[in-house]
């Protein structure tokens, strides 16, 4: 017997004319709280990452259909299995964007990054699907709404895609901001906090991130207080278990600490990036 996956949580929010739909994974049972949106205008639907574990893409995309409107195109915003993996799953017949950077390290090394995560079984695609359009830096409109695509680097990952959609003062962050759990931390910690900083001075108020409920500036400027506790813990030598039961003493109150057994052995032990 396979125990059942724990139920996603829903949030929807109006803002403005739009609507902004936030489907998250579980935070039990291993999950990381996955959070991949939709952005509904008047005609068209906009879908941001594609969750990891199969059943949870497949009722991301249950739930997309049911809104009645076409899905205009899913955006990739980085490299990471648990944004892309559920692309294969339920989104082989949409546009995909990703970032030039994003495509290459797919095509180079998706398949291995699919093979190494075997043991997942059926949770994880039977194949890759390489995103087929370049998401460039700048401004798009789609049914109306105006994009603001950003090429972010060296923050949680090496180029990281945000949209903001500056008529509704949002910012769809995704793996920039972790609400409500723990970071996957990354050797780019000092230059992470200068990018959080500056979107504490921007004129965004509403926060998508990739991990977590919806949040705001307050919740921007937690993951700087994280980042720089992070920063001190492996200034005074801690690694490894010791660094993660300092963390986890330190934010008792974050959810899915199996985010440390993903990135410690690649953030101490220089393990494969994906
Ligand atoms: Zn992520």
């Keep these: 017997m396979v125990a059942a996956l724990p139920d996603p949580i829903t949030i929807v929010r109006r803002v403005g004319d739009i609507r902004l739909h936030t489907f998250i994974s579980a935070f039990t049972q291993g999950n990381i709280a996955n959070a991949t949106h939709i952005v509904e205008s008047e005609n068209a639907l906009v879908l941001v990452d594609g969750q990891f574990l199969a059943p949870y893409a497949r009722q991301f995309r249950q739930y997309a259909d049911r809104l ?28 995909i964007y990703a970032l030039q950077e994003t495509i290459d390290f ?9 093979q190494d995560h075997w043991t997942m079984g059926t949770l994880a695609p039977d194949d890759i699907i390489i995103p087929q359009h370049v998401a460039n830096a700048g401004d798009v409109d789609i049914d109306g709404v105006r994009y603001v695509l950003h090429k972010v680097t060296n923050t949680e990952i090496d ?74 813990a492996v200034g005074r030598g801690f690694s490894n278990e010791e660094f993660k039961k300092f963390m ?26 994906f």
């Design 159 to 232: 180029f990281l895609l945000t949209l903001a959609l500056p008529d509704y003062l949002v910012y769809i962050a995704q793996d920039l901001i972790y609400s409500g759990n723990h970071l996957y931390l990354t050797k780019y910690m000092n230059n992470w906090i200068g990018v959080l900083q500056d979107i504490l001075h921007s004129d965004y108020e509403i926060f998508l991130p990739g991990h977590g409920f919806p949040t705001d500036k307050n919740g921007v400027a937690d993951n700087i207080q994280y980042i720089t506790v992070a920063m001190e």
């Design 68 to 95: 009645g409107k076409p899905i205009d195109r899913i955006y990739l915003s980085h490299r990471h299995p648990d944004h892309w993996f559920g692309l294969a799953s339920a989104f082989r017949d949409v546009p």
């Design 106 to 114: 797919l095509t180079a090394d998706g398949s291995t990054s699919l």
């Design 248 to 273: 986890i003493g330190q934010f008792p109150e974050k959810k899915c600490p199996s985010i440390f057994n993903i990135y410690i052995p690649r953030l101490f032990d220089n393990a494969s990036e």
